[in-house]
């Protein structure tokens, strides 16, 4: 059976395949140390899984409105007012499958052939696919380290074109962990304005911050980047929710008028359950959130002590996410035991194979100069993951 071209052009995601070679290896009882996860290693709150039994013990196991319960519309309204300064009506709120959906609506309702769409590297990697997959066209924009891996006014100017439809911007970022400031969107702001670039902010980091550094929304700048932005966030890492699959975006009217109509046709209402456990999430207690903030500011401080004491590995301090982001080109040309390493590719499967350890290369993310660590496991993980990674690096000569 012959596949569709839109099918042929699929990547699988490389973060959830590494994920799952880590799990399986560890599954046949070997000692895997995973630090591939995009995911909180905290179990959900108490009081969210309370929330969820309540609505299933009340019979709320029926379709809901396509874009999501009034409940959970009003608590997204609420908190988009409370956080980040924005007033947004209901109707403009799109509940989804998660953000990941979230985000594949917004391409789909935004983006046709001939347009162009401008992704920040390194970038999460769906974007790059769901952007293809809308039948756009993504112009990779490569950012630099010294620059904390943030898009500049002149990088963006330069690969404007009159084809330019959309931007990616992604603060907290997954990859880098790097946190945009108030004066730096509204820089990029005012040429997106000037430009009428639509932008498609994906906040789904916001709560994961350090160091004291703000959150702040392109949209909330000025009622022009409202006009151009769509929001998208969720429950899944702030209040450890991956596989309850609640993201939302908040968009113009009638962008998401055609959001929840598309979603109309694909996956209807997002889990009814769900939906009422993310109100609790939102409207409860952010208690644990606090907790797991605190536990993630430990584990990165320390990771990123035990990772800079390895030669030839350099790493930023990221203000956000649960990620480190070091470079390791500088083992690049070398060999360990007569196998050559090119690239973080070849660095990733020799650290899975020889030393157990799971990590993203950054190939996955438009810059194989790099590896992804993810620190949402325990210390006493992290501190036998780096001691088994230095071990390694040392072998290669
Ligand atoms: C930057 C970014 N956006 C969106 C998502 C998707 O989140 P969800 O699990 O809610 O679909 C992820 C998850 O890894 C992410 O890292």
């Not at 699988?12 to 140390?33: E, F, N, R, W």
């Not at 947004?88 to 789909?108: D, E, R, T």
């Not at 639509?198 to 911050?209: A, Q, R, T």
């Not at 409202?226 to 209040?239: D, H, P």
Request: proline share 6%; aromatic share 8%.
């Amino acid at each position: 059976m012959n596949l569709a071209q839109r099918a042929l052009g699929i990547s699988p995601s490389p973060t959830l395949s590494i994920d799952a070679k880590a799990k399986k290896m560890i599954a046949q009882g070997l000692d895997v140390i995973n630090f591939g996860v995009g995911e909180p290693d905290f179990d959900t709150p108490q009081h969210i899984k309370d929330a969820a039994i309540e609505a299933l013990q009340k019979g709320m196991t029926k379709y809901t409105a396509v874009a999501g319960t009034d409940q959970l519309k009003q608590a997204i309204v609420n908190k988009f007012k409370q956080d980040n300064g924005l007033e947004y009506q209901p109707g403009q709120i799109v509940v989804s499958c998660g953000a990941k959906h979230s985000l594949y609506n917004a391409f789909q309702v935004l983006c046709q052939p001939g347009d162009e769409v401008i992704l920040p590297a390194p970038y999460w990697v769906s974007y790059l696919e769901q952007i293809k997959l809308a039948g756009a066209q993504p112009v990779i924009v490569p950012t630099r380290q010294e620059n904390d891996f943030k898009l500049t006014v002149a990088e963006l100017e330069a690969a404007i074109t009159p084809r330019t439809r959309l931007i990616i911007l992604n603060s907290p970022s997954n990859p880098t962990g790097s946190v945009y400031t108030r004066l730096e969107l509204a820089a990029l702001g005012e040429v997106l304005v000037k430009h009428g670039i639509v932008i498609i902010s994906d906040e789904i980091y916001e709560k994961l911050l350090y160091d004291g550094l703000e959150h702040v929304s392109i949209a909330a700048l000025s009622p022009e980047l409202k006009e151009l932005t769509v929001v998208i966030n969720g429950v899944s890492k702030a209040y450890a929710m991956t596989g309850w699959r609640i993201g939302y975006a908040a968009a113009p009217p009638a962008v998401a008028k055609a959001m929840a109509d598309l979603q109309s046709h694909s996956t209807s209402n997002p889990t009814s359950i769900a939906q009422a456990a993310s109100v609790a999430a939102l409207t409860g207690t952010q208690q644990p959130l606090q907790e797991m903030l605190v536990e993630f500011n430990r584990r990165r401080d320390f990771m990123l002590e035990k990772i800079r004491q390895i030669p030839g590995v350099q790493c930023r301090q990221p203000g956000g996410a649960f990620y480190l982001f070091p470079n390791v080109s500088s083992y690049f040309g070398k060999s360990y035991r007569g196998r050559v390493v090119q690239n973080a590719s070849d660095l990733a499967d020799l650290l899975l194979e020889e030393a157990k350890v799971a990590l993203v290369p950054g190939v996955a993310f438009g810059d194989d100069r790099f590896i992804r660590l993810s620190y949402a496991t325990s210390m006493e993980k992290i501190a036998q993951g780096l001691e088994r990674i230095a071990a390694l690096l040392a072998g290669i000569k």
